[in-house]
């Protein structure tokens, strides 16, 4: 489990990013925890809509292999997912689950934030890893767990503004399995 904690003694925007990697998120299966997304414009900036996933390539309600509708979306996966349905634990939203249908792994993550950025690896292209190992193009996925990004400029989005006095705690739990 990683918890993450400030104070704060003025207004501070708090928007962090975590990361979990896999080496080719096309073949990857995944759930997503939720029934809207944060639609981008051109440069991948939300754009203060939240619009439901279910009938649109956005849609991980059901698990499903990544690469099966990607080609509908155009620059793959970008998104924030409004963490908004599934279980929770201990305070906890489940966020997702992705399964390497290979090696049988199960990474399950839960966190307390509102929003989760599914990024499948758009911009990796010839990028040279450890060990001299060579990652194309889509190779890996982040889940992202955090407020929703530009939330600082639209009204209708979560506030990421932590007030004076006020205990900023973000937490995600990791958990990893096989099935």
Known sequence: MTTKK????????VNELESISVADSSEER??????HVTPVDQNTIPTGKIK????????????KRIGE????????????????????????????????PLSSRILNLWSNAPGMQFYSGNY?????????????????????????PNAINQ?????????????????MLFEFSVE
């Open 6 to 13: 400030a104070n704060s003694y003025e207004d501070t925007d």
């Open 30 to 35: 995944a759930l997503i925890r939720a029934n």
């Open 52 to 63: 439901p996933v279910k009938g649109t390539p956005f849609d991980f309600t059901a698990e």
């Open 69 to 100: 509708s990607i080609h509908e979306v155009g620059v793959w996966y970008d998104h924030n997912y409004v963490l908004d349905c599934g279980e929770e634990k201990a305070g906890l939203k489940h966020a997702a689950k992705v399964k390497d």
């Open 124 to 148: 990796v292209n010839g990028v040279v890893g450890k060990g001299g190992s060579v990652y194309g193009k889509h190779a890996g996925l982040c889940l992202e767990t955090q407020g929703f």
């Open 155 to 171: 009204p209708n989005f979560p506030s990421i503004v932590v007030q004076p006095g006020e205990k900023y705690q973000h937490i």
